[in-house]
């Protein structure tokens, strides 16, 4: 028997997996027989858990592994990339124990029918709240159900640090292009006179602006072949 390692999973309802669209690469998901009280305990593991913890074992069906101290039945592999909730690495049956007044938190997850979006969802919810306080205590009666998608539930906690940083990136690039802008104003200006004297000459303004790009880009490619050699040398000095 190998040493004991902590590792997170789910409780889950039969069609979890169905909701995901989530495939096995070993074995099976769950089976409504997998509920009945008495039954043999069961467990999908992740393609992580099967990999990391049991060498990706093709005989892996079937065998009894301990979770928590109970003995489990491996049933299936899940899909590899797949581990939710919370990278999840393995899933048991959720089994609800029938305590006369007693309250459960559970965490929901669902597909809405085409056409439905998650207003009319939290809408249908609404208007099975009487009914659902019905059965509670009065104390958590007023917690109300509120309907996410499942990217604002994952990525939640990200979206304002994700925005700040794009922010400041947006005027990082903003102050580059005016620096930029700025030089080329300046290298223009400081060839007035030369312009002047090949107009002077005949030359068209056409001609006169393509040569200006020619030269400012061939002076962007020398900073950067500067700046590049520049890296280089302290690389091989340091």
């Given amino acids: 028997m190998g040493e004991p390692v902590e590792i997170s999973g789910g409780s889950v309802t ?11 690469v070993l074995g099976r998901t769950f089976a409504s027989e997998d509920f009945v009280e008495g039954a043999p305990r069961a467990v999908v593991l992740s393609s992580t858990m099967w990999r990391n913890n049991f060498g990706a074992d093709a005989g892996i069906l079937n065998r009894t592994i301990d979770i928590n101290g ?9 899909a590899p990339g797949f581990e939710f ?21 559970f965490s929901v997850v669902a597909r809405l029918r085409d056409g439905v979006g998650i207003q009319a969802a939290q ?12 059965l509670r205590t009065a104390v958590n009666r007023s917690a109300e159900p509120v309907v996410l998608s499942l990217h604002a539930h994952l990525f939640a906690s990200v979206q304002k640090p994700l925005a700040i940083l794009s922010g400041a990136v947006v005027v990082l690039l903003l102050v580059a292009c005016a620096n930029v802008a700025n030089l080329t104003l300046a290298r223009s200006a400081s060839r007035q006179r030369e312009f002047a004297v090949r107009l002077a000459l005949g030359a068209g303004r056409w001609r006169l602006v393509r040569q200006a790009e020619r030269v400012a880009h061939g002076a962007g490619t020398q900073r950067v ?5 520049r890296v280089a040398t302290s690389r091989a000095v340091s």
């Fill in 70 to 78: 109970r003995p489990r039945i491996v049933v299936g592999v899940a």
């Fill in 14 to 24: 039969l069609p979890f997996f169905q909701v995901f669209r989530t495939n096995v």
């Fill in 123 to 134: 809408s249908d919810l609404l208007r099975l709240q009487p009914q659902v306080d019905s």
């Fill in 225 to 229: 072949a500067a700046g590049l050699r």
């Fill in 85 to 105: 909730p919370g990278k999840a690495k393995f899933w048991v049956p959720m089994t609800v124990p029938n305590s006369p007044g007693a309250e459960y938190y």
